[in-house]
T-cell receptor
Framework: GAVVSQHPSRVICKSGTSVKIECRSLDFQATTMFWYRQFPKQSLMLMATSNEGSKATYEQGVEKDKFLINHASLTLSTLTVTSAHPEDSSFYIC??????????????FGNGTRLTVT | AQTVTQSQPEMSVQEAETVTLSCTYDTSESDYYLFWYKQPPSRQMILVIRQEAYKQQNATENRFSVNFQKAAKSFSLKISDSQLGDAAMYFCTLSGYALNFGKGTSLLVTP
């Protein structure tokens, strides 16, 4: 149980275009989803927290106009990288916390999306 | 604020041997969990083991066990009988609204 599906797994786009990444909880409802970014050989850095039906909360230094997050339902959150540039190339991972679970509970992670901007 | 520190960027172990990965943390919370996650080359984050702070007994999951020293705020991971499939990045993390990860330890397993 507790499967998080992230799509696409890999995407290559041209500089200046936008890319949407989807994160779905398949067998549970998630009030809260988290988006992380990971550079090669580095740790996961929290970008933003999305809550169903409300605006996302962004970590310091993350441009909210560049990384648009929408959490339209209890099973779907999307991250849109707008006007992508090569420096946005990275590995993006979403995670979710099940509805009703404690904040002490572990998160369930998607398989990640490798974004390459050419 | 919560912090997690992993001071070993890389570790190496021979197959069938035992290795210990270190982690220290700081938190003002009294009720918290600690987790070790594994990230193999596939990049999938896999929960390896969890420890509840109020429990004195160290958690164990098959070949994986922890040495939890609450007063010292230390949470190390011991991998026994290491296997080639254990090669991965290992992240220590502290529970909270969102998980904040240490820098990770890259574990190399040699035949």
């Amino acid at each position: 149980g507790a499967v998080v599906s992230q799509h696409p797994s890999r995407v290559i786009c041209k500089s200046g275009t936008s890319v949407k990444i989807e994160c779905r909880s398949l067998d549970f409802q998630a009030t809260t989803m988290f988006w992380y970014r990971q550079f090669p050989k580095q740790s996961l850095m929290l970008m933003a927290t999305s809550n169903e039906g409300s605006k996302a909360t962004y970590e310091q230094g993350v441009e909210k106009d560049k990384f648009l997050i929408n959490h339209a339902s209890l099973t779907l959150s999307t991250l849109t990288v707008t006007s992508a540039h090569p420096e946005d190339s990275s590995f993006y991972i979403c995670s979710a916390r099940a509805l009703g679970s404690r904040t002490n509970s572990p998160l369930h992670f998607g398989n990640g999306t490798r974004l390459t901007v050419t | 604020a919560q912090t997690v520190t992993q001071s070993q960027p890389e570790m190496s172990v021979q197959e069938a041997e035992t290795v210990t990965l270190s982690c220290t943390y700081d938190t003002s919370e009294s009720d918290y969990y600690l987790f070790w996650y594994k990230q193999p080359p596939s990049r999938q984050m896999i929960l390896v083991i969890r420890q509840e702070a109020y429990k004195q007994q160290n958690a164990t999951e098959n070949r994986f066990s922890v040495n939890f020293q609450k007063a010292a705020k230390s949470f190390s991971l011991k991998i026994s009988d290491s296997q080639l499939g254990d090669a991965a990045m290992y992240f220590c993390t502290l529970s909270g609204y969102a998980l904040n990860f240490g820098k990770g330890t890259s574990l190399l397993v040699t035949p």
